[in-house]
């Protein structure tokens, strides 16, 4: 099976865009949609992001997704920083098999 | 309201077996998936496996085939994950997740839209 890698860590100043990469070990980015879960402390995840680029309702529009087939990664993408948006995001595809595979995780730091 | 309540948190010892629950409510539990996902202390997102309600087909991963069991009763709406024989390996927090299902396509795409709010299972002699 693949696995996904992400930074294990990104810090950035409130107001400005931090972009976490989630970048597939084998097989194409772009063969199965890509999903990103934000996790805060002590909380469940939610999703924030799924299918590539899509996001649900309620998410505001400072979160953002894409692929990019060249480098075989998935990104997500928040901008204006908020101090709630401090928390741990994880990427997620599948195989064909309906075996889902979480990336490694990124922990988001607001300074 | 969509809701996954999971059963209460359990402090086990080595050897023994858990059944742990996850009960669904506000929607149609044989129409979705429900899945299991691991978080041991400090650490990230495992998949474990999934089920289908409506006629119990399972998928496991890899990882965690023979260690453990996906079982769902849907006269109740709850689904369930149990082990034989613990380990302090186990030593986590077990979370259920439902796949999305646009109900109104019969499309299922593959990602997770409700999560419970997670069963901490400690197991230590």
């Known amino acids: 099976n693949f696995m996904l890698t992400q930074p294990h860590s990104v810090s950035e100043s409130p107001g400005k865009t931090v972009t976490i990469s989630c970048t597939r070990s084998?097989?194409?980015?772009?063969?199965?949609?890509v999903q990103w879960y934000q996790q805060r402390p002590g909380s469940s995840p939610t999703t924030v992001i799924y299918?590539?680029?899509?996001?649900p309702s309620g998410v505001p529009d400072r979160f953002s997704g894409s692929i990019d087939s060249s480098s075989n990664s998935a990104s997500l993408t928040i901008s204006g920083l908020k101090t709630e948006d401090e928390a741990d995001y994880y990427c997620q595809s599948y195989d064909s098999s309906n075996v889902y595979v979480f990336g490694t995780g990124t922990k988001v730091t607001v300074l | 309201e969509v809701q996954l309540v999971q059963s209460g948190a359990e402090v086990k010892k080595p050897g023994e077996s858990l059944k742990i629950s996850c009960k669904g409510s506000g929607y149609s539990f044989t129409s979705y998936w429900i899945g299991w996902v691991r978080q041991m202390p400090g650490k990230g997102l495992e998949w474990m496996g999934i089920?289908?309600?409506?006629?119990?087909?399972?998928r496991y991963s890899p990882s965690f085939q023979g260690q453990v069991t996906i079982s769902a009763d849907k006269s109740i709406s709850t689904a369930y994950l149990q082990w034989s024989s613990l380990k302090a390996s186990d030593t986590a927090m077990y979370y259920c997740?439902?796949?999305?299902?646009?109900?109104?396509?019969?499309?299922?795409?593959?990602?997770?839209?409700?999560w419970g709010q997670g069963t901490l299972v400690t197991v230590s002699s």
């Open positions: 997740v439902r796949r999305y299902y646009d109900i109104l396509t019969g499309y299922y795409p593959y990602y997770f839209d409700y």
């Open positions: 299918e590539d680029n899509q996001r």
């Open positions: 089920i289908y309600p409506g006629d119990s087909d399972t």
């Open positions: 084998s097989g194409s980015i772009a063969s199965n949609y």
